[in-house]
């Protein structure tokens, strides 16, 4: 089944001790995004990948890291969560390296940082 | 600069009533349409699409180059219906992906 998936989809953590979300997918796409979701502001981007060792800032990059040394991984990194980090996190992927395409995204990873 | 409005933030209409969502978008030139929905406790998942000009559960969305709007409309809302919307129109001169802050749409029974 074509799918993007993220891990954990839950986690609880305190400020200041590193995390990392995960995110796979296995559509052989090459734009892979992270957006954060918070209420009355919708989705932001945060970071996004348009393929492999290319990687590029969104609207909303600082405290986040990513890397994207595989095709199919695209990994998020907060070095140092604080609690306005304390979010809904959406990973999506689509066809072509390029934001013109459809977006397929996972279940969401929810985040608070105590 | 807000590159995409929908100006409700909630909206409610009763079943069988005719529904819109609206959407203003500031680029210029011919940017890539997307209606987003989002169900309670559910991933994101496409609505539909411009170029492919399809009516996906009763919805359709109307172009409206000189307004630069892309609503999106159904003409008996359903219960079912009841979920997040999100417009996203995208800058075929970029590579980031915006989204709008997005519609609530209940529908009453």
């Known amino acids: 089944e074509a799918q993007v998936t993220q891990n954990p989809r839950y986690l609880i953590t305190v400020t200041g001790k590193k995390l990392t979300v995960t995110c796979s997918q296995n559509m052989n796409h090459e734009y892979m995004s992270w957006y954060r979701q918070d209420p009355g502001l919708g989705l932001r981007q945060i970071y996004y990948s348009m393929n492999v060792e290319v990687t590029d800032k969104g609207d909303v990059p600082e405290g986040y890291k990513v890397s994207r040394k595989e095709k199919r991984n695209f990994p998020l990194i907060l070095e140092s969560p604080s609690p306005n980090q304390t979010s809904l996190y959406f990973c999506?992927?689509?066809?072509?390296?390029?934001?013109?395409?459809?977006?397929?995204f996972g279940d969401g990873t929810r985040l608070s940082i105590l | 600069a807000q590159r995409v409005t929908q100006p409700e933030k909630l909206l409610s209409v009763f079943k069988g009533a005719p529904v819109e969502l609206k959407c203003n978008y500031s680029?210029?030139?011919?940017?890539?349409l997307f209606w987003y929905v989002q169900y309670s406790r559910q991933r994101l998942q496409l609505l539909l699409r411009?170029?492919s000009r399809e009516s996906i559960k009763g919805f359709t969305a109307d172009l409206n180059k000189g307004e630069t709007s892309f609503h999106l409309k159904k003409p008996f809302a359903q219960e079912e219906d009841s979920a997040m919307y999100y417009c996203a129109p995208q800058d075929n001169t970029g590579n980031q992906f915006y989204f709008g802050t997005g519609t609530s749409l209940t529908v009453i029974p």
């Open positions: 680029y210029s030139g011919s940017p890539e």
């Open positions: 411009h170029i």
């Open positions: 999506a992927s689509s066809f072509g390296g390029f934001s013109n395409q459809p977006q397929h």
